[in-house]
């Protein structure tokens, strides 16, 4: 079965810090990367995608390292809107389209 | 307004009554999907469609059908809900070769009873 794995959370954090979510993938043959962002009960929505080059997005840096099998979002200067659950998601594209999703680390940001 | 609607947003039933959740983009996009969200499982996935009258199962298609029989649409039929369908349904579209733009509709909220 192909997984996807991230931190289990709660993470609670001051207004102002840096937080770090990890997420390790099975499938050694994935082929693109992505972190979702969802607030409670509404939907999905991408966040950014992974590069293995690394990519920086205003406060957000996400990481992918596929020899691990591993990727990273990093959020600095952590803003009460920040406050979510971010999804990390895998594509297992092998001539079908399928996306797998990690199931979640909710992030409260605390004033 | 580029968008992907459900319908309906909220659905209390009973176990055997048949259903169809609608889904629509109006975005022209060749790939539509379907999932379920439950609480300590996360997203996963039920079906999928690459094109009109291409479709596929995802990870969970058990006790599911749906139809692609135009581009913009995608229903999800439960033939006969039973209690462990109780969940929240997403529909997400996206462009052939660019699953990084993919665009879920609100949610519907079924419950079988």
């Known amino acids: 079965r192909k997984e996807v794995e991230q931190d289990p959370g709660p993470f609670n954090v001051p207004e102002g810090a840096t937080v770090a979510f990890n997420c390790t993938y099975s499938n050694s043959a994935s082929q693109s990367f992505f972190w979702y962002r969802q607030d409670c009960r509404k939907e999905p929505k991408l966040l950014m995608s992974?590069?293995?080059s690394g990519n920086e997005d205003g406060r957000f840096t996400a990481q992918l390292n596929r020899a691990s099998q591993y990727i990273s979002l990093l959020i600095r200067d952590s803003k009460l809107s920040d406050s979510a659950t971010y999804l990390c998601?895998?594509?297992?594209?092998?001539?079908?389209?399928?996306?797998?999703f990690g199931k979640g680390t909710k992030l409260s940001v605390i004033p | 307004e580029a968008q992907v609607t459900q319908n309906p947003r909220y659905l209390i039933t009973v176990t055997g009554k048949k259903l169809t959740v609608t889904c629509s983009q109006n975005m022209n996009h060749e790939y539509m999907s379907w999932y379920r969200q439950d609480p300590g499982l996360g997203l996963r996935q039920i079906y999928y469609?690459?094109?009109?009258?291409?479709?596929d199962k995802g990870d969970v298609p058990e006790g599911y059908k749906v139809s692609r029989k135009e581009k913009r649409n995608f229903p999800l039929i439960l033939e006969s809900p039973s209690p462990n369908q109780t969940s929240l349904y997403f529909c997400?579209?996206?462009?052939?070769?660019?699953?990084?733009?993919?665009?879920f509709g609100p949610g519907t909220r079924l419950t079988v009873l």
């Open positions: 997400a579209s996206n462009p052939a070769g660019a699953e990084d733009t993919q665009y």
């Open positions: 992974v590069y293995s």
């Open positions: 998601v895998v594509n297992n594209w092998a001539g079908s389209y399928q996306l797998t």
């Open positions: 469609s690459m094109n009109v009258e291409v479709t």
